[in-house]
């Protein structure tokens, strides 16, 4: 069955530094999401991606976030300059049709 | 905005019997999907089941079948005949149909677990 994949499965930095977390969406999906989920708290929505372009973000996507889809497989979610309180597992998901996502495994990511 | 409200933060059953998750939520909207997703150890999100608002028809996977009460804004997960691989984190979400707020809002979350 085809699935989402995520790279890597976790990564560390230090606060400040730049962070690329890489997602491949399955391969017919057009609707591509990252969401986050910081320990023990509910999973939260980030930003929508469809026809390349950001359809929807949350409060939580400032200017420090930003999503690419560099070459029509990969769909990136940058972090400029990370703070502690990005430490968090993110998640990406992606979907035909915005009727069922399908998530990847997560980048549990860590802040120092 | 919508809200999802899973009042159990945790649950058991003993295997092989069955078990009943929670879920409320609050909504203006008449049309809207409905989710349970199921999040094991290794944490990745793996759909367990999907409703339909529109639809009066209760959906059922295998073991996992849901009680969607739309009047009452309730949508709860009954669990037949329980595995030990079920235990696990189990989130209910909603989602919009239309509009522009179509993500994923997720509950708090109820951490099964089964006893041998």
């Known amino acids: 069955e085809p699935e989402v994949t995520q790279t890597p499965s976790h990564q560390v930095t230090q606060m400040g530094q730049e962070v690329i977390l890489r997602c491949v969406p399955i391969s017919n999906h057009l609707y591509f999401y990252w969401y986050r989920q910081i320990l023990g708290q509910k999973v939260e929505f980030l930003v929508s991606f469809y026809n390349n372009e950001i359809s929807e973000k949350s409060e939580i996507f400032d200017d420090q976030f930003s999503v690419e889809r560099p070459d029509g497989s990969n769909f990136t979610l940058k972090i400029r300059s990370t703070k502690l309180e990005d430490s968090a597992m993110y998640f990406c998901?992606?979907?035909?049709?915005?009727?069922?996502?399908?998530f990847g495994s997560g980048t549990q990511l860590s802040v120092l | 905005a919508q809200t999802v409200t899973q009042s159990q933060p945790e649950m058991s059953v003993q295997e092989a019997e069955t078990v009943t998750l929670s879920c409320t939520y609050d909504?203006?909207?008449?049309?809207?999907?409905l989710f349970w997703y199921k999040q094991p150890p290794s944490r990745q999100m793996i759909l367990v089941i999907r409703?339909?608002?529109?639809?009066?028809q209760n959906a059922t996977e295998n073991r996992f079948s849901v009680n969607f009460q739309k009047a009452a804004k309730s949508f709860s997960l009954k669990i037949s005949d329980s595995q030990l691989g079920d235990a696990a984190m189990y989130f209910c979400a909603y989602r919009s149909v239309s509009g522009s707020a179509r993500q994923l809002t997720f509950g708090s979350g109820t951490q099964l677990t089964v006893l041998p």
């Open positions: 909504t203006s909207e008449s049309d809207y999907y």
């Open positions: 409703q339909e608002a529109y639809k009066q």
């Open positions: 998901a992606s979907s035909v049709n915005e009727k069922k996502l399908f």
